[in-house]
């Protein structure tokens, strides 16, 4: 009550001193509410009445005053305009350099992933509003597209965020892995950013809604398409020849009719993306629960997915599926293949095309395969997708194993699948040797660390008909697809030729940069890189000293120890990874031994004599404890710092979870300073 009489005291005061009646009216409309009680019993004295009819009543504006309003309201909408159409440009910086940084700053990589796909799902995303170089175009099983780039599978899992995607410019999109049942995938967190690579590791293990989920999704966006009246003119006029086909009774029939597919979509001679120049993809996955051998779970996706699609991907190659990669054994994928393409086959009598009788529509196959197989391996996987009758091949998938070239230190143990530029140079040594095998009669589709135009160039040397991508995306946002091709049209043009003329050029795979972040780095080690790689297995030999200590072995000059193998027989591709990893640390350890029971038992570690981090940790302990000892330095974490500010309760706390942590007991708290 107090400050709105002393504000209506301003009020009269401006008024008296000749204010402006702007000022005195802003004055007046702040005291008001609080005032109108204490005024309703007392007139109000003559100079308030005074001021509130100077203050209500209104001059016409002057024509200076017009003006200056149409001014600010001319550059609100201005500014307005301007702000959503730089946050709808996909090329803005905002969405790499602001969005992308705040997204990895604050959730963990699969958050980040849902929150894109929500809101490319909304369709207030950005979009890629630029237009394909022609240099660019080529075709995919008869089909055009206006760039080579496409997304890989694992992003758009569900089917959720199609049209979004397709509309940031990539010339098409992979949705899936689909399951046939759904099926949760394995425990998070399973995606993990190596970030100094700008590479992931993950392990999904195929999280899917499984097939019918996915199926309502496809036919709805038909369904959708079926209802918006230009398509169903130029529709109705393909099916009838008649031209008026845009009333709604029309509409509705068509998009009620038990065939609303992509029968109609590929009648009017559109792509089953329902987008010019773009394809959609189906990638087909396996549920957990299947038979490891069993092809049926890829025929069912076949027969359900395929109507929808314009590429069908059979994926035998997830690092995250028991037993899912021994597809890829030769005999085995062979079989797998021709009963696929049998059944896709079958399915083709079934979806004739109702614009041209008799017109047949074949969904094309690929078989996607992991880059970590061996030559031969390679050449069987080329001689089956010859035979089985299969239209491509996509190469590849993420890797089991970790290069030597990997910088992160965060991360790197965990188990999956590593993607992103340290799967680029096995990505194209396998695809160039698959090619090469197949003597260019099969497209093939190249992925594994595709990041900027030259990496996309590289592959279309190596034989990739096109590419397609999925770690970099993460890591630089919407703007990259239209990054790419960009880059990717002036080094065309600085080669006179277009991507159709440069497929299977050639490359020199040791001339073959890889994209790390602020700089390229040669394939191969680096002498940076040898010494790193030096010092690394420098370490994990004293660990494993340590270790041997501890278990109470010989040390590495006396006769190697047993310790476990992997079954060759069983499985290949891990025996020759643990032999390398051996052979890089210099230990050789014969073949097929088992592991010994008595080296790791308990007796044998009751009398073995203390490692040196075991005897630090001692140490330190007693000194912690002595309360006679030197004062107790604490470096505070800004964790900390953030609960307890600089203060001594926070060292103190410090000081106990460090102690706890190693093992080193109780700290005499009047020791830390
Ligand atoms: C998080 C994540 C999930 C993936 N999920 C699938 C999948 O479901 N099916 C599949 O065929 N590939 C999947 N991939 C592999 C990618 O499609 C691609 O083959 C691989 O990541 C290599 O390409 P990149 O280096 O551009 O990421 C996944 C990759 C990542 C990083």
């Not at 237009?131 to 206006?146: M, N, R």
């Not at 996607?368 to 010859?386: F, N, Q, R």
């Amino acid at each position: 009550m107090l400050g709105a009489a002393r504000l209506r005291g301003a009020a009269t005061q401006a008024v008296r001193a000749g204010a402006s009646t702007t000022t005195a009216r802003q004055i007046h409309f702040a005291a008001r509410p609080a005032c109108r009680p204490s005024l309703a019993g007392s007139r109000p004295s003559s100079a308030i009445a005074q001021a509130q009819r100077t203050l209500f009543t209104r001059t016409p504006p002057t024509p200076l005053a017009r003006t200056r309003q149409f001014a600010y309201l001319v550059l609100t909408l201005a500014g307005g305009a301007f702000a959503v159409a730089y946050y709808l440009d996909s090329r803005s910086g905002i969405h790499r350099w602001v969005a992308i940084p705040l997204l990895k700053a604050f959730t963990d990589p699969e958050t980040a992933q849902k929150l894109a796909i929500k809101l490319l799902e909304t369709g207030l995303a950005p979009k890629d509003f630029g237009v394909d170089d022609e240099i660019l175009q080529t075709e995919l099983f008869g089909k055009t597209i206006s760039n080579p780039i496409g997304l890989a599978a694992g992003f758009d899992k569900q089917a959720e965020a199609i049209d979004g995607l397709l509309d940031l410019g990539f010339g098409f999109i992979e949705i899936g892995s689909v399951t046939p049942e759904p099926q949760p995938g394995n425990p998070q967190p399973r995606y993990f950013r190596l970030t100094d690579d700008e590479a992931c590791i993950n392990r999904f293990g195929f999280n899917s809604e499984g097939h019918s989920v996915i199926l309502s999704r496809l036919r709805d966006r038909v369904r959708r398409w079926l209802l918006h009246s230009t398509n169903v003119a130029s529709l109705h006029q393909a099916l009838t020849g008649s031209p008026d086909g845009s009333s709604t009774a029309a509409q509705q029939l068509l998009a009620s009719h038990p065939k609303s597919n992509s029968a109609f979509v590929d009648a009017v001679g559109l792509p089953r993306s329902l987008q010019h120049g773009k394809l959609l993809a189906v990638n087909l996955g396996k549920n957990k629960t299947s038979k490891e051998e069993s092809v049926d779970d890829y025929v069912k996706g076949v027969e359900r997915l395929g109507p929808y699609a314009d590429m069908i991907v059979v994926n035998v190659s997830s690092p995250n599926t028991p037993g899912l990669r021994r597809l890829q054994r030769r005999g085995v994928l062979e079989d797998l293949l021709t009963q696929v393409v049998k059944a896709r086959d079958a399915m083709v009598s079934a979806h004739v095309n109702p614009a041209k009788e008799g017109g047949k529509v074949a969904v094309p196959l690929l078989v996607k395969i992991a880059p970590d197989l061996s030559t031969e391996e390679l050449h069987d996987v080329a001689d089956a997708a010859i035979n089985s009758g299969i239209d491509g091949l996509v190469i590849s998938n993420t890797t089991i194993s970790r290069p030597e070239s990997l910088r992160s230190s965060e991360h790197v143990r965990e188990t999956g699948g590593l993607s992103g530029p340290p799967v680029k140079p096995l990505a194209l040594k396998a695809l160039q040797t698959v090619h090469g095998r197949i003597q260019g009669k099969l497209p093939i589709i190249g992925c594994g660390g595709v990041t900027n135009g030259q990496d996309a160039l590289d592959y279309a040397k190596a034989g990739a008909s096109a590419v397609e991508l999925y770690t970099s995306f993460g890591y630089q946002g919407v703007g990259l697809p239209r990054k790419i091709k960009d880059e990717l049209t002036e080094l065309l043009k600085a080669e006179g030729k277009t991507w159709k003329q440069v497929v299977g050029t050639g490359v020199k795979l040791s001339e073959v940069t890889v994209a790390a972040p602020n700089d390229n780095v040669p394939m191969g080690l680096s002498p940076a890189r040898d010494e790193a790689f030096t010092k690394s297995v420098a370490s994990v030999k004293q660990e494993l000293a340590g270790l041997r200590q501890n278990l109470g072995l010989p040390s590495a000059s006396s006769p190697p120890p047993a310790v476990f193998v992997p079954d060759r027989e069983k499985d290949e591709a891990y025996y020759t990874l643990v032999e390398k990893a051996n052979a890089a640390l210099g230990l050789s350890f014969p073949a097929g031994q088992k592991p010994s029971a008595s080296a790791a038992s308990p007796e044998a570690l009751k009398d073995a004599p203390k490692t040196q981090g075991e005897q630090a940790a001692e140490r330190a302990a007693a000194v912690l404890k002595d309360p006679k000892g030197p004062e107790i330095k604490v470096q505070v974490t800004d964790k900390t710092k953030k609960v307890f500010g600089d203060s001594l309760r926070g060292r103190v706390a410090e000081a106990e979870d460090a102690a706890a942590n190693r093992d080193f007991g109780k700290v005499d708290k009047s020791r830390v300073v």
